[in-house]
């Protein structure tokens, strides 16, 4: 029985060997292995894109009209809103994931293959951007439904697509350091939606800052997600003649959104992969 | 020197409960091409061992080296020389068998056309058509178990660890793994296995290395570890437990120390010196009185045994370094508990009948976990 023969054949060799090699086919098997999970799964993908589907048909027609944004119509003014929310809400499955997969062993046996370090972290952010991407492009279909235009030139409607999957992109490695670190997957879902739900609605995506008590408004004006929404709204052309606070990280959010896309990629890829190897399932 | 070699690991986990030494200066030998069995509770260290043994976890203290690679110095290294099985079936649910055993094998750098074809070739050694080409979602845990096995043995690792290979499986499950590792190990595989359940010790292992409380306290063949408890021991059961005193007055006359009896009051047993000579005088005295016998026999020590004089308890766990669930912990207290004659004996004759089904292996193979025809297919 040579088949299964260990030490008495001898080991296979190795046939992918310089060190670059190695991180692009281990990130890509990994990425490859996740996104399999997306295509077999297919309950994932449609709570991914159901749940912004919602929230455009919700906020457009059932608030909408009610809701009053001077100098733009509320169609236009809440889809960069929408966007926002969906990136910041799809980079938590980067974390849900990693805790499932060391969870139930499995980043136990990628420890002990000899991969690159990082390419469990570089797989599950590829494919998590994947996802993201998917679900940008029905909640862009569902916006046109619905009468959002884009109202800017083509290469800024690019560069604004690009800035929020890079933001997206970038809070994964957030979120999968998180991952990592709770105990189980259930914690990072609960977790998100505690904190994430006001960082969200506490901000300019679904209504102008300007008319709240003034407590809400400084931390709307100053909170991260705003910039990301404004920079879309820009980007996209759906400012309109809505007035601008007079915060610098408004009157430049796509500058301080590229500041902390990079901030969160140099603080937090370096610190996931330091984290991913010393652990292991309980 | 030995393909494995541990000298004083230590590694203390913090708990709400204080500081846990999980490991307090182990040392280790696995000498190439034979199978180590780490035995031992809940809680002992063992899956800690082989955590760091297989690079998952950094040692406070100590040292420990594959094939004389220092596993903590170069852990890349060491993880192309090993094969690591853990305790729950690290497969990925969405992905088929193939799928699994073929992204292992890039991982391993084998390059695409070789990890197909070993995948293939594991596929059909380990008997895994059935689960080959569908998600292994909703398969049994005797399949999954199987395909991390394989997933193991992808590269033809020198060194394979298998840590707690047949823990919650059942009976069935349970021998046909046994079958494939005995494969294994006349392949002449070096294998590093823990266990809590003595006779897999016993059935699979060459050597046996007893752990309690984070170190080794005895390492032997299973002989010379049965040696240290003593010689055999005469049992009998009673048709009819009024004869108790009678079997008792016989048993004492030819043995050594107390008798033992079981909770039912029909199972005695005594420690002999000669066993042979012993069973006949005592069958001899109770056939004389006409006492009606249902079992008499004669039995070498149980690894139960060994246990209870080696650590002064018997084989349960107290699952401090998350060896295990709770519950399970729990559970196999109360098993390991009950270590009266009748229930090791019992238990022991059922370990025989399942070695003694398994090469004839005449049943084919109605569901995936047939026994007979797993073992077959690895030799």
Do not use: C
């Not at chain 2, 649910?93 to 094998?105: S, V």
């Not at chain 2, 009051?265 to 005592?282: D, K, N």
């Amino acid at each position: 029985m040579t088949a299964v023969g260990t030490a008495t054949s001898r080991q296979l060799p190795v046939a992918v060997t310089s060190p670059v090699a190695v991180w692009f086919e281990d990130g890509w098997t990994v990425t490859k292995r996740n996104l399999v999970k997306i295509k077999r799964s297919p309950d994932m993908l449609v709570f991914a894109v159901l749940q912004p589907i919602m929230f455009v048909l919700l906020f457009s027609q059932v608030y909408g009209g009610a809701i009053q944004v001077r100098g733009t119509d509320y169609t236009q003014f809440l889809m960069a809103g929408i966007f926002a929310q969906t990136v910041v809400f799809g980079a938590t499955f980067s974390g849900s994931a990693m805790a499932q997969d060391l969870k139930e062993g499995l980043i136990d046996r990628f420890r002990t293959l000899p991969m690159s370090a990082s390419a469990v972290l570089v797989g599950r952010t590829n494919s998590d951007l994947v996802l993201n991407g998917i679900s940008m492009v029905i909640m862009m279909l569902t916006g046109l439904a619905v009468g959002w235009r884009v109202q800017s030139a083509p290469h800024e409607f690019l560069a604004g697509v690009a800035l929020l999957l890079l933001f997206s992109y970038a809070f994964s490695w957030v979120m999968a350091l998180l991952g990592m670190s709770v105990k189980t997957p259930e914690v990072i879902n609960n977790a998100s939606f505690m904190i994430l739900f006001p960082l969200t609605f506490i901000s300019n995506a679904f209504v102008p800052s300007e008319t709240m008590p003034l407590v809400l408004r400084v931390f709307a004006e100053w909170n991260p997600v705003s910039s990301l929404v404004q920079a879309a709204r820009e980007l996209f052309g759906n400012v309109g003649s809505a007035p601008v606070p007079d915060v610098w990280t408004m009157q430049h959010p796509v500058l301080t959104v590229l500041v902390g896309i990079a901030v969160m990629l140099v603080v937090f890829v370096p610190w996931a992969v330091n984290k991913y190897t010393r652990i292991s399932a309980k | 020197m030995a393909i494995i070699e541990a000298s004083g690991l230590t590694k203390t986990y913090r708990s709400k409960s204080g500081p846990v030494h999980a490991l307090a200066g182990l040392d280790l030998s696995v000498p190439e091409g034979t199978v180590t069995a780490l035995l031992g509770p809940n809680g002992a260290g063992k899956t800690t061992t082989v955590k760091v043994l297989t690079t998952l976890v950094v040692p406070d203290g100590g040292t420990a080296t594959i094939d004389g690679v220092d596993v903590v110095a170069d852990p890349q290294a060491t993880r192309r020389s090993i094969g690591v099985s853990g305790q729950y079936a690290a497969v990925d649910e969405n992905l088929t068998g193939f799928e699994n055993l073929e992204m292992i094998g890039r991982l391993y750098h084998l390059g695409r056309r070789t990890a197909r074809d070993r995948a293939r070739e594991l596929i059909d050694v380990f008997d895994l058509s059935e689960a080959g080409d569908r998600p292994v979602k909703g398969f049994s845990g005797g399949m999954r178990r199987r395909i991390d096995l394989a997933g193991a043995l992808v590269m033809n690792p020198r060194v394979l660890f298998l840590d707690e290979p047949t823990t919650g499986l059942d009976p069935r499950s349970r021998l046909a793994l046994w079958g494939i590792i005995e494969g294994l190990v006349a392949d002449g595989a070096t294998v590093l296995l823990t266990t809590q359940y003595l006779e897999e010790a016993d059935q699979l292992a060459d050597d046996i290395a007893v752990i309690d409380d984070g170190h080794v306290i005895a390492q032997g063949t299973a002989d010379q570890l049965k040696a240290q408890v003593g010689g055999h021991r005469v049992v009998v059961t009673l048709v009819d437990p009024a004869d108790g005193d009678a079997a008792t007055t016989a048993l004492r006359r030819y043995g050594v120390g107390d008798v033992e009896s079981s909770g039912d009051g029909r199972t005695f047993g005594i420690a002999v010196e000669a066993g042979p000579s012993a069973l006949q005088r005592v069958l001899a005295d109770l056939g004389e009185a006409g006492i009606a016998l249902h079992d008499a026999g004669m039995r070498r020590p149980t690894l139960d045994d060994v246990f209870l004089r080696l650590t002064g308890h018997v084989a349960t766990g107290d699952d401090e370094d998350g060896d295990g669930g709770p519950a399970r912990s729990r559970r196999r207290g109360r098993r390991g508990g009950a270590t009266d004659a009748a229930d090791t004996s019992g238990r022991a004759d059922g370990a025989e009948a399942g070695r003694a089904s398994r090469p004839g292996g005449g049943d084919p193979p109605d569901g995936a976990d047939a026994a007979g025809a797993t073992s077959e297919s690895v030799r």
